[in-house]
């Protein structure tokens, strides 16, 4: 059973930043693809960023200079770090995994079968 809980959502001006966390529990796994969705009201889910077991990374182009994808495998997290916010960051933030694989991509939601619960971060302006 793979649980991921985010945390670290939260309210920030524009040109702020946020740190997001997923405690995840994937990396007993000797492969794996890791990523960030985001999603508004009305709106589908968005791919962020995506990670895989190999260290390979993806972004979407909205967010490449400005948001950072990392992992820390001793404490089974996945991070994203999100500089210069603008309002239309502005979005409930979903952890997401699957194993047995290395990312193709990354950034579908077909792609994932484990989801997090969300978190939310508001950008002001």
């Known amino acids: 059973q793979v649980q991921l809980v985010e945390s670290g959502g939260g309210s920030v001006q524009a040109g702020g930043s946020l740190r997001l966390s997923c405690a995840a529990s994937?990396?007993?796994?000797?492969?794996?693809?890791m990523g960030w969705f985001r999603q508004t009201p009305g709106k589908e889910r968005e791919g962020v960023t995506a990670?895989?077991?190999?260290?390979?990374?993806s972004y979407a182009d909205s967010v490449k200079g400005r948001f950072t994808i990392s992992q820390d495998n001793a404490k089974n997290t996945l991070y994203l770090q999100m500089n210069s916010l603008k309002p239309e960051d502005a979005a409930m933030y979903y952890c997401?995994?699957?194993?047995?694989?290395?990312?193709?991509?990354?950034?579908?939601?077909?792609?994932?079968?484990?989801w997090g619960q969300g978190t939310q971060v508001t950008v002001s302006s």
């Open positions: 997401a995994a699957d194993l047995g694989r290395y990312c193709s991509g990354g950034l579908r939601e077909y792609e994932y079968n484990y």
């Open positions: 994937v990396y007993i796994y000797s492969s794996y693809c």
């Open positions: 990670i895989d077991s190999d260290g390979s990374i």
